[in-house]
């Protein structure tokens, strides 16, 4: 069953229904907020994304709104304080590529005016090239995690079925440049 077919079994008001509905495979402007998206498809290796869907608020509050600028300047205190926030994945791992990727981005906005200014240069690119550019520059980027990445702010094709009533409304939200 696809991810669409689910979720449109589901209540509106379930938390995959309005993240399908309303982000999945759309483009995110602001860096801070496509870093965040980056944030949890990383901590969402190895669980459900519903479990994430749940957390995402917890997320927010503990890396301060997804702010790469605060992220970037994260001490070793903050990452025991992080370690010790039941609402978010204590994993040391995650947290700690999450302050790698933030100083990454930080270099990538100076270079290139913005993050997301560098995924549009980059763009168009296949997984496999997206895998290798990102593991040039970033921690805890595998293949899965940014094929959701990617899928999910509309940089690559499948996040809806083309039978999907949110297909078309992607295609006509999305940019030009990012039609596939």
């Known amino acids: 069953m696809s991810y669409c077919n689910y979720c449109h079994q589901l209540p509106s008001t379930d938390l995959n229904r309005i993240y399908h509905d309303q982000q999945y495979g759309f483009l995110i402007e602001n860096d801070d907020e496509l870093f965040g998206r980056l944030i949890l498809e990383i901590n969402q290796a190895g669980l459900s ?92 980027v595998g293949g899965e995690i940014l094929n959701e990445f990617f899928m999910s702010i509309g940089f690559l094709p499948g996040a809806h079925t083309k039978d999907c009533l949110i297909y078309v409304k992607q295609q006509e939200i999305n940019p030009t440049w990012l039609k596939h």
Do not use: C
């Open 49 to 140: 994304w519903a479990t994430i869907l749940k957390k995402e608020e917890n997320f927010r509050k503990a890396f301060d709104h997804f702010s790469i600028a605060k992220i970037a300047d994260y001490t070793q205190d903050k990452v025991d304080e992080l370690m010790q926030d039941a609402g978010i994945i204590r994993n040391k791992l995650k947290i700690n590529a999450v302050i790698h990727n933030a100083q990454k981005v930080k270099e990538i906005q100076l270079q290139h005016g913005s993050f997301l200014e560098w995924l549009k240069l980059n763009h168009p690119k296949n997984k496999e090239e997206w895998v290798r550019l990102f593991k040039k520059n970033f921690k805890f």
